[in-house]
């Protein structure tokens, strides 16, 4: 899989689901588990691992966290995508 699935589920909030095939991955099983706040992309994610398949899941905050002024950016006209524009993009195998 080439690019990521993409989901948008609320106006600022979008899932993102990534499964990837490493050639030259050297772990049986790997998993991580985390949640982020008040930086850019912020959400939650779940990655694992197995052999050398990867597959990712974030649910995560589309807008930018400006930290002087303590709170979300507002996206500029230019920079609101919509799911189609999104798939269309070009993503890389790895992460």
Do not use: Q
């Not at 050639?23 to 959400?43: E, K, V």
Request: hydrophobic share 35%.
């Amino acid at each position: 899989m080439k690019k990521p699935i993409v989901f948008k589920v609320s106006e600022y909030k979008s899932i993102e689901l990534y499964l990837c095939r490493f050639l030259n991955y050297r772990s049986y099983f790997d998993i991580g588990l985390g949640w982020s706040r008040h930086t850019d992309h912020a959400g939650f994610y779940l990655y694992l691992s197995l052999f050398s398949f990867s597959l990712s899941f974030d649910l995560y905050d589309i807008r930018h966290w400006n930290m002087i002024l303590n709170h979300w950016e507002p996206l500029p006209e230019s920079e609101e995508k919509s799911e189609e524009e999104y798939k269309a993009e070009e993503w890389p195998i790895g992460i």
